[in-house]
């Protein structure tokens, strides 16, 4: 499963790749980097149809999480498949009014910093599992 | 005893007629007087013999001198002042008349009869009036009416003496006498006139110099009002000015407390930007710290089992490990930093200038100030555009307080932006911006740019933008001395310039200008 993670702090990639070190080797998740929202539109219009999570810092400066979300919303409308990549939302101000915009805008979650990794770690296995079903369910129905 | 012995004859013309008068005196002093007793008739001659009638009549004539000379020593008295001039002697003066009542009487009673017992008692008088005049000598009117008491004194005086020592000698002279007696009544008189209107005149003088004194003592009484206004008015001032001085000292005090409380205003603003600041860096640490335990014990498990001595895969670990310490390090020195910035913030300028990297002041106090006010709306975002100068020169500067300007030019910038948002909720491609650019003057020193494309500044507000306590945000949540401060530290502190350029619903860029 490819997952883009986007934040504007540089070190959040290093964090991920040991974070998930055995899964990164393992093959179930693999990680790509975007250090604002701008860079991470041009990864998702470079490879739309690979990428299956994105998870976003909200606030970055220039475009913000919220914004890159409704950006994809609008340029990646619901179905026809292929799917849109899911948008998990990462923040440290975790207040209800920026959970319900983000939900609104159509995220699939909203987790507050500082990140619980092996609760996440759980979800992105969990979907991955997911993805794979599906992929195999497009697979074999094809 | 022989009457009428013979003793001496004269026989005198008086001068002022042609009568012939013959007289005799004997030793008793009795005078028979031969005088013609018809003008006309030039032969008879009537033998006068007044002795016995001039001895009978010194009664009498004591009685009518003590008569008159009372009301004349009176009247003296009252010239000179003696009430005033001689309080004492004034008591015996003014009794005078019992003297002269005591001397007649006992001319009566002691049955002294003496043709010039009259004669003495003007003498004796004449002596009172020199002696209380001698007194007040001082007094020039006083002084003339004795000057003309004199010869009269003078000549009775003589007269008496003369009459005692030898009465056929003032026999003689008695015409001489009697015209120097009529003399000194004359020029008692004259005096009496001069010593009046020297009188008058000392009053004159006397009324001149007591108005003189008058006006001195009005003048004197009038300076000591005045002194004692003065007096008043200077106690008063005094008091004022104390009072002024107080009240400046304590608006010193309120103002540095102003500085403070404005300082630590925008410190509680930045709060929750500078707690999430030093959140991302914990969070680093944190992580780090718990990656490398995980590297770590995998580690000690690959070594426990030595089953399969994978030499790449332990160098790969303990690279990563390597390099988390040194993220650790890094994140915990970046938290650091910011909170030490805080207490810098926070703390009272120490005013000392050190060499300051302004790109990096710059680049931490817009976080600071997008944080702080992304802390208080969360639904707020603007785009942060920075144009640091990478050769920008270092410059002599006391950085909190550089550092305060610009967070207070940023969350201006950020404020405006935000209004600007709310006011045009139906433009979707709005950006909000907010940019600082530097750059190295050519003449030397550095220049800032703090740009927004917020709402503008309008005309009005414009002029008082700079001035203490004028502010646009609403109650309670400006101070209105963010700018004020910005511009004494950036003027008077640093010798610099901050200016504007805005235009309204446009935007607005504040300009530093720093010198070497």
């Given at each position: 499963m490819n997952i883009l993670v986007v934040d504007d702090e540089l070190d959040v990639r290093a964090l991920f790749e040991q974070r998930f070190r055995r899964e990164i080797r393992g093959g179930q998740l693999r990680f790509a980097f975007a250090h604002s929202g701008e860079e991470a539109l041009d990864y998702l219009h470079q490879h739309a149809s690979e990428l299956v999570l994105i998870l976003s810092d909200i606030n970055m400066p220039g475009?913000?999480?919220?914004?890159?979300?409704?950006?994809?919303r609008q340029e990646y409308p619901t179905p026809p498949p292929p799917a849109p990549p899911r948008v998990m939302m990462l923040t440290a101000y975790a207040d209800e009014t920026s959970r319900q915009q983000a939900l609104?805008?159509?995220?699939?979650?909203?987790?507050?910093?500082?990140?619980d990794f092996a609760a996440l770690k759980q979800k992105l296995l969990q979907l991955a599992a997911q993805d794979d079903n599906t992929y195999e369910n497009e697979n074999s129905g094809s | 005893m022989a009457l009428y012995q013979p003793d001496t004859i004269r026989i005198r013309s008086k001068f002022y007629s042609n009568d012939i008068v013959v007289t005799r005196q004997d030793s008793a002093n009795a005078t028979i007087s031969l005088s013609p007793t018809e003008p006309d008739q030039d032969s008879t001659y009537k033998l006068k013999r007044n002795v016995?009638?001039?001895?009978?009549?010194s009664g009498m004539n004591v009685l009518f001198l003590v008569a008159i000379s009372i009301p004349l020593v009176r009247s003296m008295g009252r010239f000179i002042n003696i009430k005033e001039r001689l309080p004492f002697w004034n008591k015996l003066y003014s009794r005078f008349w019992i003297l002269g009542m005591v001397y007649y009487l006992g001319m009566i009673i002691l049955g002294l009869q003496h043709t010039k017992a009259d004669d003495f008692y003007v003498l004796l008088v004449l002596g009172l009036m020199i002696a209380v005049l001698a007194?007040?000598?001082d007094y020039r009117p006083a002084r003339t009416l004795l000057l003309g008491l004199g010869p009269l004194a003078v000549a009775k005086g003589s007269e008496l003496l003369l009459h005692a020592i030898s009465p056929a000698t003032l026999n003689f002279y008695r015409e001489g006498f009697s015209s120097a007696q009529g003399f000194s009544v004359l020029w008692l008189i004259v005096f009496a006139f001069v010593a009046r209107s020297h009188k008058r005149q000392a009053e004159a003088e006397r009324l001149e110099r007591e108005?003189?004194?008058?006006?001195?003592?009005?003048?004197?009484?009038?300076?000591?009002?005045?002194?004692?206004?003065?007096?008043?008015?200077?106690?008063?001032?005094?008091?004022?000015?104390?009072?002024?001085?107080?009240?400046?000292?304590?608006?010193?005090?309120t103002q540095d407390q102003l500085i403070q409380s404005e300082k630590m205003a925008s410190l509680g603003e930045l709060t929750a930007g500078i707690a999430h600041e030093i959140q991302n860096p914990l969070n680093f640490v944190t992580n780090f710290a718990d990656v490398s335990t995980e590297l770590l014990?995998?580690?000690?498990?690959?070594?426990?089992?030595?089953?399969?001595?994978?030499?790449?895969?332990e160098e790969e670990l303990l690279t990563d490990l390597e390099q988390n310490l040194s993220k650790i390090t890094h994140h915990g020195h970046r938290a650091a930093s910011i909170v030490r910035g805080m207490l810098e913030h926070s703390r009272a300028s120490t005013g000392e200038r050190l060499p300051t990297d302004l790109n990096l002041l710059a680049d931490e106090y817009l976080r600071l100030a997008y944080h702080g006010l992304r802390a208080k709306n969360k639904t707020f975002n603007a785009t942060l555009l920075t144009d640091f100068a990478p050769d920008l020169p270092l410059i002599e500067a006391v950085g909190p307080d550089v550092g305060r300007v610009l967070l207070n030019l940023f969350t201006n910038a950020f404020y405006a932006v935000q209004k600007r948002r709310e006011q045009l909720p139906?433009?979707?491609?709005?950006?909000?911006?907010?940019?600082?650019?530097?750059?190295?003057l050519p003449e030397g020193g550095v220049e800032i740019r703090v740009r927004d494309n917020g709402t503008g500044i309008p005309e009005a507000a414009r002029q008082k933008i700079f001035q203490p306590f004028f502010t646009t945000k609403p109650a309670g949540e400006g101070t209105g001395l963010g700018l004020s401060l910005s511009y004494d530290i950036i003027t008077k502190g640093h010798n610099g310039t901050l200016s504007l350029e805005t235009e309204e619903g446009q935007g607005t860029e504040f300009i530093i200008e720093l010198p070497d």
């Open positions: 475009m913000s999480g919220l914004e890159l979300l409704s950006r994809i609104e805008l159509g995220a699939s979650d909203f987790l507050t910093k500082p990140v | 016995e009638k001039g001895v009978a009549d007194l007040v000598r108005a003189a004194a008058l006006e001195k003592r009005r003048i004197e009484a009038q300076n000591a009002i005045l002194e004692q206004m003065v007096t008043e008015r200077t106690t008063s001032l005094t008091r004022q000015t104390e009072e002024l001085r107080e009240t400046l000292e304590e608006l010193r005090i014990s995998e580690l000690r498990e690959k070594q426990q089992k030595r089953t399969t001595l994978d030499a790449e895969l139906a433009q979707p491609d709005y950006v909000p911006t907010v940019s600082v650019r530097t750059r190295a």
